[in-house]
């Protein structure tokens, strides 16, 4: 399979990581393309036996999948100055925010199109991807698909695309979150003079083992909660705070403007 990526930023070399490291294409089958010249060293350095374009030289694109993952602001102005035409078996995988199937199909006057969401640990093949797919596509193409985003971590398929802009403020976005809280607690241990790296340290731990004990316990997160906090003591006096101060509704409320914000993106 040859595949070309339209956008080398972080998303886009991310993927392509992935897929050379598990060896889904060999390095000779990756075309890189970007818009920014002073990319094309640092890029080559990275991929040296890979494709690597500037997107206004590119008259023909060699590849069985187009992955576009340019920022969904630039789309509008990247689908209006391809100066190449799509051939009728090339598949197209876009993983921009809130740009619908719809829209790119007729941007680009393409029908196959799949629409991925993936998040930012995809860098460390810690991923997950919610992906949906236009009509007329294979249940075999949809597999290769699915190959290539699991190289990244793990992908759920949904039947309807609207719930993709939720995904893309559950999961795109939430990473930013958790970074949010951990700073917010590190922030507090210093303010008790416990010093920086330390606070950091008994933060980021606290962090990896709560995930590992969801993971591994049968208890419901409100049961793991009341484990922590034994009547009268140090945790129930924080939880008291937060909830006197609505924090779980103003998260809510957050990730909610996150989904109306992606829904804003396809214009």
Excluded: C, W
């Excluded at 007329?136 to 759920?156: K, M, P």
């Amino acid at each position: 399979m040859k595949i070309a990526i339209l956008g080398a930023g972080n998303m886009g070399l991310s993927f392509s990581k992935s897929f050379l490291k598990y060896e889904l294409i060999k390095p000779t089958d990756l075309h890189l393309i970007t818009r920014n010249k002073d990319k094309i060293s640092k890029i080559s350095e990275e991929f040296p036996h890979s494709k690597i374009s500037i997107f206004d030289e590119v008259k023909e694109l060699d590849a069985d999948l187009i992955i576009i993952a340019v920022k969904p602001q630039d789309f509008q102005h990247v689908a209006e100055n391809f100066t190449f035409s799509l051939k009728e078996n090339q598949m197209v995988l876009s993983i921009m925010a809130g740009i619908k199937i719809e829209k790119i199909q007729k941007l680009l006057n393409h029908p196959l199109v799949v629409r991925a969401m993936p998040n930012s640990p995809t860098l460390l093949g810690m991923g997950i991807t919610g992906y949906t797919s236009a009509e007329g596509i294979s249940f075999s193409q949809l597999i290769n698909i699915e190959r290539l985003l699991n190289s990244t971590g793990r992908s759920v398929y949904l039947e309807n695309e609207e719930l993709l802009d939720g995904v893309t403020a559950l999961s795109g976005s939430g990473p930013a979150y958790f970074y949010y809280i951990i700073d917010a607690m590190i922030k507090a241990g210093i303010e008790m003079g416990i010093d920086e790296n330390l606070s950091k340290l008994f933060v980021k731990q606290t962090m990896l083992g709560a995930y590992h004990l969801i993971n591994n316990s049968d208890k419901n997160l409100e049961e793991l909660i009341k484990d922590v906090a034994s009547k009268g003591g140090t945790t129930e006096a924080a939880l008291k705070s937060f909830n006197e101060n609505n924090l779980k509704e103003i998260l809510k409320t957050g990730i909610l403007n996150a989904e109306k914000r992606a829904k804003e993106l396809n214009g």
